[in-house]
């Protein structure tokens, strides 16, 4: 070690760094001087401190060598040196030149929104092509978990529209877009793909993809990988792999599904029908195509939820679903398909069951999220339902279910300002929609603000005279306001309309009227009924509950009304408000195991508050 020490201070090596050091941040600042006033790029400094700090081993190197005084001979170890340093400098120079630039992304920058591909051929006959490009790289993102995919409904309303990136995005809350164009001819597709930072309307990646048609999903995985990478989003293995899953070998199958999901997207049962065919023709084409399967399957569901068909095609879409799966396990549409034909078969376990799955599979799923989190709402999990809710309302933002879902929750949570305050956004949205109506004079009768809900049921009635929910939101604020006779007469009209015999709540307006006969007729076959369908149905929900207790309190058992009533709240039920706009728990109101019952609910409803604020630092829900 003396030795070594010895070399160096007799071949003054400390001396030629200091030397060199002074001399380099001498340069930097001159360098650094002109790149301020000339704008100079900032590779230039980069590959400049690379030389200097490579500069600095061959300073070292020539001082062991070349430091006593004296000429000193080259040695070939001394050259062998120099040759491997330079090497390395050079590669150094290169990587740093041509390494990628790091960019400091905008917080929201990982919520992105796909604008519909301009459809270059003009034609309406590629039009369903072009659309469903568009929502294919919407899925393939929407399988991302670092990632926010605005929904493809929300986007597609932007189709043909003259607003800029800059107000879209901040209409759909996204900090970057995607927009793009395809050309399609004989057998080649031309796709250009533009990522755009909305915030700083900023291009960050552009790039042309013109390949053959059998190019198409490997287009589509390209697009999704360029685009994770550029906001730098992390992929899991199965994520990677869902991505770059082909669907089918077969091309006519492909188009003939795009044009299927052309039609069902327009919600029109005339369109269904025509969806249904072109999936049952893709399948012709190739039989093991699961994402058909799934379609096919999903439009058997909307038979039944949106044009009231037979609920038996709730039982096809099953077995086209479980077929789907047994191709494909990891197909996040046929988990979809199935967890909503369960859903409309009423058995809501084995439906969160499968919506769960195939959120798992695409994090972004809205339809799944929406669905999961009204299971979750209507079960009393307010917790739960609040995170999927919201994830649906930042997702879809304009989606007047998830507006409403919304309303409810603050409802139930008893932050009635809140409700009424989503419920107006519904309506605002959509001033004709009777669902949104509905909703808000709901929010107004929870909130004890009787001449809104009024206002809201005669613009209701008026609007549709034979929505259902209208009569019957009449029929709740009369009950409240303890006026039998008028909402008797509303009563009648929503039978009427729904064409099904009077339920409990009708002989209660009858006893109140004075008659009893008739009434208590109505209230036994509704207490028959009530109990054998909680005794023979495990998803029973604890609406049904709290309607058997209120049958047993109109009938004076208090024993059996507070011990349904207590099962209602172990399943989740936490409405105090109905308990005390609606007369008929009030023959229980004289007994200690009323407050007390109530004040369980309080507090299971404090304990739902306090989980939701530790979660979600940045909720909004009320004290």
């Known amino acids: 070690m003396k030795r070594l020490l010895d070399n160096i201070n007799g071949k003054k090596i400390g001396r030629w760094v200091t030397v060199y050091l002074s001399t380099s941040v001498t340069l930097i600042g001159v360098v650094h001087l002109f790149s301020i006033r000339y704008h100079l790029p900032s590779t230039l400094f980069d590959v400049l401190l690379t030389i200097l700090v490579s500069g600095l081993f ?49 917080s929201n920058v990982k919520t992105i929104a796909v604008l519909p591909f301009t459809n270059i051929n003009g034609d309406k006959e590629s039009e369903f092509f072009v659309d469903g490009i568009t929502e294919d790289i919407i899925t393939q993102l929407s399988k991302l978990s670092d990632l926010n995919v605005i929904s493809r409904t929300t986007m597609m309303k932007y189709k043909n529209t003259n607003k800029s990136i800059k107000e879209i995005a901040g209409e759909v809350g996204a900090g970057s877009i995607l927009e793009g164009s395809v050309r399609k001819a004989s057998n080649r597709v031309r796709i250009v793909g533009q990522l755009i930072n909305a915030n700083e309307d900023k291009h960050l990646w552009a790039e042309t993809y013109d390949r053959d048609i059998e190019d198409i999903f490997s287009i589509q995985s390209e697009i999704a990988r360029r685009i994770a990478d550029e906001l730098t989003a992390k992929l899991s293995p199965l994520e990677k792999k869902l991505i770059n899953t082909k669907p089918t070998e077969n091309l006519d199958a492909y188009t003939l599904y795009l044009k299927g999901k052309y039609f069902y997207n327009n919600y029109t049962k005339e369109d ?142 008893l932050c009635y300002s809140l409700s009424i305050q989503w419920a107006k956004k519904a309506v605002e949205l959509e001033p004709a929609n009777i669902l949104a109506l509905t909703n808000l004079g709901d929010a107004y009768l929870y909130a004890g603000d009787y001449s809104n809900a009024k206002i809201i049921f005669d613009r209701l009635t008026k609007l549709n005279e034979k929505w259902i929910l209208g009569w019957f939101l009449g029929v709740r604020l009369e009950t409240a306001l303890g006026n039998f006779e008028l909402a008797k007469k509303y009563a009648d009209k929503y039978l009427e309309i729904a064409g099904t015999k009077p339920e409990y709540f009708y002989g209660y307006f009858l006893l109140k009227l004075g008659k009893e006969k008739e009434g208590w007729e109505i209230l036994e076959r509704e207490k028959k009924s009530y109990s054998d369908f909680i005794s023979n149905e495990p998803d029973a929900t604890n609406m049904d509950y709290i309607a058997l207790a209120e049958i047993y309190s109109i009938f004076n058992d208090q024993e059996n009304a507070f011990r349904i009533w207590e099962q209602a709240i172990s399943r989740g039920y936490t409405d105090i408000k109905r308990t005390v706009y609606y007369p008929f728990l009030d023959p229980l109101k004289k007994d200690i195991r009323y407050d007390l019952l109530i004040t369980k609910m309080r507090s299971r409803i404090d304990s739902l508050k306090s989980v939701i604020k530790n979660k979600y630092p940045d909720n909004d829900i009320c004290n």
């Open 272 to 413: 269904n029908e025509k969806a249904i065919s072109l999936f049952k023709k893709a399948l012709s084409e190739d039989p093991e195509y699961p994402l058909a399967l799934a379609g096919l399957a999903d439009s058997y569901n909307q038979r039944v939820l949106k044009y009231w068909d037979e609920k038996t095609w709730h039982d096809s879409a099953i077995v086209l679903s479980k077929k789907a799966l047994q191709l494909n396990p990891n197909l996040p549409e046929a988990y979809k398909s199935l967890a909503t034909a369960y859903d409309g078969l009423g058995e809501k376990s084995e439906a969160a069951i499968f919506y769960k799955k195939a959120i798992r599979l695409n994090p972004n799923y809205t339809n799944a999220i929406m669905n999961y989190g009204q299971i979750k709402l209507f079960n009393g999990e307010y917790d739960e339902a609040y995170y999927w809710i919201r994830k649906a309302n930042i997702l879809a933002p304009d989606n007047i279910l998830g507006i409403i879902s919304r309303s409810y929750i603050y409802r139930y949570l």
């Open 58 to 106: 061959f300073i070292v190197i020539i001082a062991w060598y070349h430091g006593e005084q004296g000429r000193q001979k080259f040695k070939p170890a001394e050259i062998t040196l120099y040759s491997i340093l330079s090497i390395l400098t050079a590669i150094s120079i290169y990587i740093v030149a041509n390494r990628k630039k790091i960019q400091i992304l905008p």
